[in-house]
């Protein structure tokens, strides 16, 4: 059964930042915030379009060839990264072109060169001030990535088989 072209569009939105809220005003839907955030997810557990969003992201991740190891290989890079790799032995920032492509493809947020007059008063004093993007946030990810407890925000728990097995056998004590 194919999708209505609201449906459709609200897969393609949705693909954009996995945002149902977002997605279902996109798609042309109407409604208050919490209207939206909860017929959003409702669209998210109906069945055609949770199959049509995975078989878009299927094809997305082929497409793109970026999967879970391309994105943790890339996270541990980032944080391995050597400051040190951006300058000389004498202690100079090297040309940008000479960094290595990791540093070149995101974790520098930016180089600044300032001309500042000599301790003898001639003009050749230059400092150099690199800044960096932000490390943790990306060690913080390859955390939740690889599922390292100590990055969650809330540890889910489910005892439901437990507490199920527990209340028959108090119940089978208890003569029920």
Known sequence: ???????????????????ATRAYRAAGYRGSDAVCAVEGS???????IALAIAEAMEARLKRTKIDADWVAKRLQA????????????????????QWPLIWRQGLVA???TVREKGRDGDGDGV??????????KRIEL????????AFKDRVEVDV?????????????AAGR
């Open 1 to 19: 059964m194919a999708l209505t072209p609201k449906q459709q569009r609200f897969r393609d939105e949705y693909l954009v930042d996995m945002n």
């Open 142 to 149: 390859l955390g939740k990535h690889v599922d390292v407890q």
């Open 78 to 97: 980032e944080a391995e990264a050597d400051l040190a790799d951006l300058y000389d032995d004498n202690g100079n920032l090297l040309p940008v072109k």
């Open 110 to 112: 930016g180089v600044e």
């Open 160 to 172: 439901t088989d437990d507490a199920a097995k527990l209340l028959a056998e108090a119940r089978k």
């Open 127 to 136: 400092v150099d001030k690199v800044k960096l993007s932000d490390r943790i």
């Open 42 to 48: 409702k669209l998210l557990r109906n069945p055609k």
